[in-house]
């Protein structure tokens, strides 16, 4: 449910907010451990045993039924020991702590009559988590880096319910990037100017990862995809550390041969061969003009048709000269470079300060592109630094500092409707543009929408700066009860640039090879074409456009502050109750201007808005169920906007400054109400005996629109065409139903079952539209802004079984089906004329036609072949058997169905989706052997190999059903037999067949194949 508030609201709404500061709780960051201590031979409980957390000042008394809880414990393994007077004391060690949860563990005590005697045992790890009412996966640090996957990302990619769709960012069970929520150490990870989350995480730092797909409390907020909480590790009282370096063998990024060769496939040879018949001319004796047909081929017709004043004029060979400076090696290189990625953590006792400790991490990256550009390769680097202190037994206070930074190419006309991306489109229902952050991988550079090299200048230099605060006091009044109050700062940066300018000195003389004579000089910019930027498009006698475009140039900032508080309280045996609260303050600066000539295209805006939430939640537990009831209330409290609303026909805004106010025509500003919405949430899981359980979750989920779209100012002045951001826009909303079932398998075995329902409407459409009168007819509107006009639902299965546990192997699968729809509705334009109509989205279209596209699955399998430390024969003090990982992973997607529309029958056409295109599948592998050098000190060697057996998977994006691209090629394949996407020959003899399926500008070869195998080398150094 959602609401509007007036502004005269506002206060008493913040004044009761700041009454309640002390009652709140934010996003889990810690674990609970809870059981019961009793007398091993009779059962009787013991009141008064100690049930103690080694080396933390937290523990708890057993009651009069021998129940003991112990709350705010970290994540991790930790050690516990239980003990009461005339029994032997028990301790249990590697007591896994999970992040959210319950860890169950009971203490059988046996009577004594020697005192101080104890016995140890290792906890087992609980097959199946009775307390969680969702499908949740839980990884923990050494899971994390036991995958051979290159990233955070590509670990995410391989769980249940998450997917990264061709690079192009993650999905959550259908829905884009911008509606997850990634938090980590409570902080929010996803960028608050453009609601991209961030990945590229030191695999190191991380001691646990949560992702909740499915139904999560109230406690999270601002997400209706789903929350991936993430929890750092903390200094402790002796010196750990790790460093990780590793490097790739170079090679290209795509199968087959290089870019020079498919371009001189194309210049040299096709036009070469490529005769037509021309009417050629020339003067007999008599003065008179004869006109004659003649046959010549590409590269005469073009030469002939030089001017006669040209240097080119009938000299095709100084042409293809011209062709082969430009694709000369220097420029054409490319595939001969390392990816690299180095990262190390670092940890322990501050000397001299008393029950202090830090801990550090970085991570640098730099990966190179799938051809040359203006910029060749990708970089990212981060870092932490984490102070943690312990005043008093029941104080901690934590301190948390992230840096990141991240440099690479990204196209700056983002600004387009998806309605353009075609079905490639239908999982992205949002119309934030993809295109909007710096290209990390191949795929992103694939996609980007350049497909012919030369084209490589339309792309812009990207940089984002980030730098995040957090300050964390908690205070243990009592084992059952803590509170925390935790100071938030968040600042970003961005920074776009065009490419830097072509070298303008440089010289360049070529020489017709059949004419010693005839030369050319290029100067200025075309001498060092085709790299480097202009700023305007530069063609020549080739009919090649060689770079140039519009170039660009953004300084934005952001920031965010903000407070959260919360108290935890285990009020009795049956309710863990949770009360929580949050207030963050923005301020956005945005400047962008598309043509850096005349200053065409303007983004401009300068806002601080505000947001608040409260919640409660009371975590019931009883001996048949566990039931998590919690509501949570969502404020949006938007800073003042121009007034477009009063009058949106009126075509009288000019732009003349930078700021509201400072501009001419209409200058009115207004306060738009406070948004509000209500979000209720229900989960209960159902032990069933103490092997299996089900489980079932219902909640209301919301967002805010992007900030983008609620604030925006866009100005392209020669086409009089406006953007309006509308913070009156509501909350994206999520409704989603869950069931599940879970079975321990002989305690070796988990198996899970989800399936799940989720509705989202209030999804934002590009460009809904006012007319004037005078206007209504022209191409371009007076106004434009955005409209909550788009929904999509989303159904899936999804199964997963693993084996978490075992001295040589460790195994995981998962599987899941899933079945999206969506649609628009409403209208997308609005007119003064009162005689016409509102004009309706056109449902028929194939870009808004309300579709329900057909399921996709996808499958997962890893597999941890190890050796113990202790296995095998010792030579020269070594054992060569023993620390051996030898772990696999198979990857399989079904691919999504298109429409084959012979001839481009204008819509609708049926039947729709009638090809699909073949799976994709890979294998990675690791291999990885440590040596320990005394008890702390171990190096660890490693290889990994991505996509092992070289497998060739048809890259989608080469084409689109839109394209004539795709028709002359569903047509070729025909031909010779093949589907849709078939790999290796098939799909290159189709193309080979109809040469006009793949050319230059339209589709480049080169995008065909993506991702060839991959091998790394690394050195790791761990000291434990």
């Known amino acids: 449910m959602t609401t509007s508030i007036t502004r005269k609201d506002q206060l008493a709404i913040i004044g009761i907010i700041l009454l309640t500061l002390g009652n709140f709780l934010f996003a889990a960051a810690s674990g609970k451990i809870a059981g019961r201590v009793f007398d091993a031979e009779t059962n009787e409980p013991l009141p008064g045993a100690n049930v103690i957390v080694e080396g933390t000042t937290l523990g708890a008394a057993a009651d009069t039924d021998g129940n003991y809880f112990i709350l705010n414990v970290r994540p991790g393994k930790q050690t516990v020991t239980a003990s009461v007077i005339g029994y032997i004391q028990l301790k249990v060690t590697d007591v896994g702590v999970q992040v959210g949860l319950t860890t169950p563990l009971d203490f059988a005590l046996t009577p004594t009559t020697v005192e101080g005697e104890e016995v140890t045992i290792i906890a087992s790890r609980p097959v199946i988590q009775t307390d969680v009412g969702n499908s949740r996966t839980i990884l923990d640090g050494s899971e994390l880096a036991a995958l051979p996957v290159g990233s955070f990302k590509e670990v995410l990619?391989?769980?249940?319910?998450?997917?990264?769709?061709?690079?192009?960012?993650?999905?959550?069970?259908?829905?884009?990037?911008?509606?997850?929520?990634?938090?980590?150490?409570?902080?929010?990870?996803?960028?608050?100017?453009?609601?991209?989350?961030?990945?590229?995480?030191?695999?190191?730092?991380?001691?646990?990862?949560?992702?909740?797909?499915?139904?999560?409390?109230?406690?999270?907020?601002?997400?209706?995809?789903?929350?991936?909480?993430?929890?750092?590790?903390?200094?402790?009282?002796?010196?750990?550390?790790?460093?990780?370096?590793?490097?790739?063998?170079?090679?290209?990024?795509?199968?087959?041969?290089?870019?020079?060769?498919?371009?001189?496939?194309?210049?040299?040879?096709?036009?070469?061969?490529?005769?037509?018949?021309?009417?050629?001319?020339?003067?007999?004796p008599s003065g008179g003009q004869v006109w004659i047909d003649t046959t010549v081929n590409r590269w005469e017709r073009i030469a002939h048709a030089q001017d006669k004043s040209s240097p080119y004029y009938d000299r095709p060979s100084l042409i293809q000269e011209l062709y082969r400076y430009f694709m000369r090696d220097e420029a054409t290189r490319y595939g001969d470079e390392s990816d690299m990625v180095i990262s190390g953590t670092f940890g322990g006792p501050i000397p001299f300060i008393k029950n202090t400790s830090f801990f550090t991490s970085f991570r640098r990256e730099k990966s190179y592109y799938l051809y040359p550009g203006p910029l060749d390769h990708y970089f990212d680097q981060n870092g932490l630094i984490k102070l943690t202190t312990r005043p008093s037994k029941s104080i901690k206070v934590s301190a948390h500092f992230r840096y990141t930074e991240k440099t690479g190419l990204n196209r700056y006309d983002y600004y387009r409707s998806e309605a353009q991306t075609g079905d490639l489109g239908i999982m992205s229902p949002d119309f934030q543009s993809e295109k909007r952050?710096?290209?990390?991988?191949?795929?992103?550079?694939?996609?980007?929408?350049?497909?012919?090299?030369?084209?490589?200048?339309?792309?812009?230099?990207?940089?984002?700066?980030?730098?995040?605060?957090?300050?964390?006091?908690?205070?243990?009044?009592?084992?059952?009860?803590?509170?925390?109050?935790?100071?938030?700062?968040?600042?970003?940066?961005?920074?776009?640039?065009?490419?830097?300018?072509?070298?303008?000195?440089?010289?360049?003389?070529?020489?017709?090879?059949?004419?010693?004579?005839?030369?050319?000089?290029?100067?200025?910019?075309?001498?060092?074409?085709?790299?480097?930027f202009w700023e305007v498009p530069i063609s020549n006698v080739m009919e090649f456009v060689l770079g140039g475009s519009y170039g660009y140039v953004e300084r934005n900032y952001a920031r965010s502050t903000g407070l959260r508080v919360n108290l935890t309280s285990q009020v009795d045996s049956y309710n863990q109750l949770n009360l929580g609260f949050e207030y963050l303050s923005y301020e956005f600066r945005k400047r962008e201007y598309r043509n850096t000539i005349d200053r065409m295209?303007?983004?401009l805006w300068h806002v601080r808005p505000a947001s608040a939430a409260l919640w409660v939640m009371d975590n019931l537990t009883f001996e048949g169920a566990v039931i998590n009831a919690s509501v949570r209330a969502d404020f949006r409290i938007p800073d003042q906007w121009w007034n477009w609303r009063s009058d949106p026909y009126n075509p009288v805004w000019v732009w003349t400054g930078s700021e509201p106010g400072d501009s001419a025509g209409i200058e009115e500003l207004y306060q738009p109400p406070i948004k509000t919405a209500i979000a209720p949430r229900l989960s209960i899981s159902h032990p069933i005996g103490e092997a299996a359980k089900v489980y079932f979750n219902w909640g209301h989920y919301y967002k805010e629109p992007p900030f983008e779209r609620q604030y925006i100012y866009y100005r392209r002045d020669a086409l009089f065409f406006q953007h309006f951001g509308?913070?009156?826009?509501?909350?994206?909303?999520?409704?989603?139903?869950?069931?599940?079932?879970?079975?321990?398998?002989?305690?070796?075995?988990?198996?899970?079952?989800?399936?799940?329902?989720?509705?989202?409407?209030?999804?934002?459409?590009?460009?809904?539209?006012?007319?004037?009168?005078?206007?209504?007819?022209?191409?371009?509107?007076?106004?434009?802004?955005?409209?909550?006009?788009?929904?999509?639902?989303?159904?899936?299965?999804?199964?997963r079984i693993e084996k978490r546990q075992?001295?040589?192997?460790?195994?995981?699968?998962?599987?899941?089906?899933?079945?999206?729809?969506?649609?628009?509705?409403?209208?997308?334009?609005?007119?003064?004329?009162?005689?016409?109509?509102?004009?309706?989205?056109?449902?028929?279209?194939?870009?808004?036609?309300?579709?329900?596209?057909?399921?996709?699955?996808?499958?997962?399998?890893?597999?941890?072949?190890?050796?113990?430390?202790?296995?095998?024969?010792?030579?020269?003090?070594?054992?060569?058997?023993?620390?051996?990982?030898?772990?696999?992973?198979?990857?399989?997607?079904?691919?999504?169905?298109?429409?084959?529309?012979p001839g481009r029958v204008e819509t609708p056409y049926a039947p729709r989706y009638n090809v699909r295109w073949i799976p994709h599948w890979a294998v990675n592998m690791t291999f990885n052997k440590k040596f320990r050098i005394g008890s702390r000190f171990t190096p660890v060697f490693y290889v990994e190999v991505y996509n092992l057996f070289n497998t060739k998977n048809?890259?989608?994006?080469?084409?689109?059903?839109?394209?004539?691209?795709?028709?002359?090629?569903?047509?070729a394949l025909d031909e010779v037999g093949g589907k849709p996407g078939e790999r290796g020959d098939l799909a290159e003899e189709a193309i080979g067949n109809n040469p006009t399926t793949l050319l230059p500008f339209n589709g480049s070869p080169w995008f065909l194949y993506l991702n060839p195998r991959q091998i790394w080398a690394g050195i790791r150094f761990e000291l434990n």
């Open 157 to 284: 990619d391989k769980q249940m319910g998450i997917q990264d769709v061709d690079a192009r960012g993650l999905f959550m069970r259908g829905q884009r990037q911008f509606s997850i929520s990634m938090m980590i150490d409570g902080i929010e990870t996803r960028d608050i100017i453009d609601d991209q989350v961030y990945t590229r995480f030191n695999p190191d730092e991380i001691q646990q990862a949560e992702i909740s797909a499915g139904g999560y409390d109230a406690s999270m907020g601002n997400a209706t995809a789903g929350v991936i909480n993430l929890v750092t590790k903390e200094g402790g009282n002796r010196y750990t550390g790790t460093f990780d370096y590793r490097l790739s063998q170079p090679g290209r990024k795509h199968f087959g041969p290089s870019i020079k060769y498919w371009y001189d496939k194309y210049y040299l040879e096709g036009w070469t061969n490529d005769t037509a018949t021309v009417q050629w001319s020339y003067t007999d």
């Open 437 to 532: 952050f710096a290209f990390e991988g191949v795929e992103q550079v694939a996609w980007s929408g350049y497909g012919a090299w030369p084209y490589t200048c339309q792309m812009g230099i990207f940089s984002q700066y980030r730098h995040q605060y957090g300050l964390t006091f908690t205070h243990q009044l009592s084992p059952r009860t803590f509170y925390e109050v935790k100071l938030l700062a968040d600042y970003v940066r961005t920074h776009g640039d065009q490419p830097p300018l072509r070298d303008t000195s440089l010289v360049v003389i070529l020489t017709d090879p059949n004419d010693p004579t005839a030369r050319v000089t290029l100067t200025g910019p075309m001498a060092q074409a085709p790299l480097g």
């Open 601 to 603: 295209g303007k983004w």
């Open 726 to 799: 509308d913070p009156e826009l509501p909350f994206e909303k999520a409704v989603q139903y869950e069931v599940g079932y879970e079975h321990n398998i002989a305690n070796v075995l988990r198996l899970a079952l989800s399936g799940y329902h989720k509705d989202v409407k209030n999804l934002l459409m590009d460009r809904i539209s006012f007319r004037s009168y005078e206007r209504q007819e022209t191409e371009y509107a007076n106004f434009y802004t955005w409209g909550p006009n788009r929904y999509m639902s989303s159904q899936g299965l999804e199964a």
């Open 806 to 901: 075992g001295r040589f192997l460790t195994a995981w699968f998962n599987y899941s089906v899933q079945m999206y729809s969506r649609g628009v509705y409403g209208f997308r334009a609005f007119y003064e004329d009162t005689t016409q109509a509102p004009g309706e989205f056109d449902r028929e279209s194939l870009e808004n036609q309300n579709l329900k596209r057909p399921t996709e699955a996808r499958f997962n399998l890893g597999m941890d072949f190890h050796t113990p430390p202790d296995f095998g024969p010792s030579l020269l003090g070594f054992r060569p058997m023993a620390d051996i990982n030898l772990n696999f992973l198979l990857w399989w997607r079904q691919q999504p169905p298109e429409t084959y529309n």
């Open 954 to 971: 048809m890259w989608r994006g080469a084409f689109n059903e839109k394209q004539a691209a795709f028709e002359n090629y569903m047509a």
